[in-house]
């Protein structure tokens, strides 16, 4: 993997791949972004691992037919103990398109910042046979995956 899933710009091993293998994140955003690269690329133990006792879930199953294309960090900030990011994420399923719009609450819990839960709203989207492709091909959408 050389170019990092979450599309910081930088290389798998110099952003996501030591928060993923236990590494603290050093900031919320960072957390967030190493959880979507664990979404993209199946990590389930990690996101697990990276979720909050308090809210964290049993298990989770990842469904196999989701592809996840863009990540967009629209604010971050953190205050002592605590951190929230907002984002956009682009993801396609069943062959439909959506974005994820969603504000994360994060806590710090011995150096490790922690995914406490998150306020999302699933948004389908529809794009026009001429308007660009959702995949970030550059291309049209009637000539890439329309």
Not at 37 to 50: E, N, Q
Not at 68 to 89: C, H, M, N, P
Not at 116 to 121: K, R, S, W, Y
Request: net charge negative; aromatic share 10%; glycine share 6%.
């Amino acid at each position: 993997m050389s170019q990092c899933p979450c599309h910081s710009g930088l290389a798998y091993s110099e952003c996501c791949e030591d928060v993923i293998a236990g590494a603290p994140a050093p900031s919320p955003e960072r957390l967030m972004r190493s959880r979507y690269t664990a979404f993209a690329t199946g990590k389930v133990d990690y996101l697990l691992k990276s979720w909050h006792p308090s809210t964290r879930p049993s298990k989770l199953d990842l469904p196999e037919n989701t592809q996840w294309f863009d990540l967009q960090i629209t604010d971050a900030s953190e205050q002592d103990q605590r951190g929230r990011v907002s984002f956009k994420a682009r993801f396609k399923e069943n062959n439909e398109w959506f974005e994820l719009v969603e504000t994360s609450d994060f806590e710090r819990q011995d150096q490790h910042w922690m995914y406490i839960d998150g306020n999302a709203e699933f948004i389908l989207l529809k794009p026009g046979r001429n308007d660009l492709c959702l995949c970030g091909s550059e291309r049209k959408w009637k000539k890439c995956c329309g």
